[in-house]
């Protein structure tokens, strides 16, 4: 059962995941999810990970996709609109930042150490994301096998990503059980 989110938690929540979120757009699930579904309760693991999907299908950073539509669920587009800027703001100003000192910190050897070491604790985060999403949708045989093809498939051939997706679709529509959709309106 998810809770109310008043539009200021919104905000400093996403503000929050924007401005903590180093790694890319994949390490923003297990952000939202200790944000969202473990912090505060406002989604369930199931309902962040279909937005998750929804924002990783779609064109555009998976980051601000997720925001707006986390946004959007709780307030329309207004909190959409809100939830998109209040988690692009953050990482703006830290680049501006960075950018401005490019030149002092680019050999040094202290900014060297920190990044390598950022990395690593990156794949981490990843492995432990991958880890949490696979337990919230691996959960029936037919999943396990679609999984184990895409996989294989990505492995092994050179296959665009856009054809496995696909795949995956028709794979869902055909083999999936079908369950009445609720929208929260």
């Known amino acids: 059962m998810t809770k109310t989110m008043p539009l200021s938690a919104l905000l400093f929540s996403v503000f929050k995941v924007g401005l903590l979120t180093f790694g ?3 390490v923003i699930l297990g952000q939202m999810m200790s944000e969202f579904v473990d912090r505060h309760g406002w989604m369930t693991k199931e309902e962040l990970t279909d937005i998750f ?3 990783q299908s779609t064109p555009g950073l998976i980051a601000v996709n ?3 539509l986390v946004g959007h669920k ?3 587009r207004k909190g959409a609109v809100l939830a998109g800027l209040g988690v692009v703001v953050p990482p703006f100003l830290v680049m501006l930042v960075v950018t401005l000192l490019y ?3 680019i050999d040094n050897p202290w900014a060297t150490g920190a990044m ?5 604790a990156i794949a981490a985060i990843l492995l432990s994301t991958l880890l949490t999403l696979g337990q919230t949708i691996l959960k029936r045989v037919v999943s396990w096998i ?3 093809t895409v996989l294989t498939l990505m492995l092994l051939t050179a296959l665009n990503v856009l054809w496995l997706m696909a795949a995956g679709i028709v794979a869902g529509l055909i083999f999936m059980p079908r369950t009445e959709v609720k929208h929260d309106t």
């Open 24 to 26: 890319g757009g994949y």
């Open 53 to 55: 999907i929804i924002a």
């Open 66 to 68: 997720a925001a707006f």
């Open 74 to 76: 709780f307030h329309g």
């Open 103 to 105: 030149e002092f910190i």
């Open 116 to 120: 390598r070491g950022i990395r690593t």
């Open 146 to 148: 679609i999984f184990a």
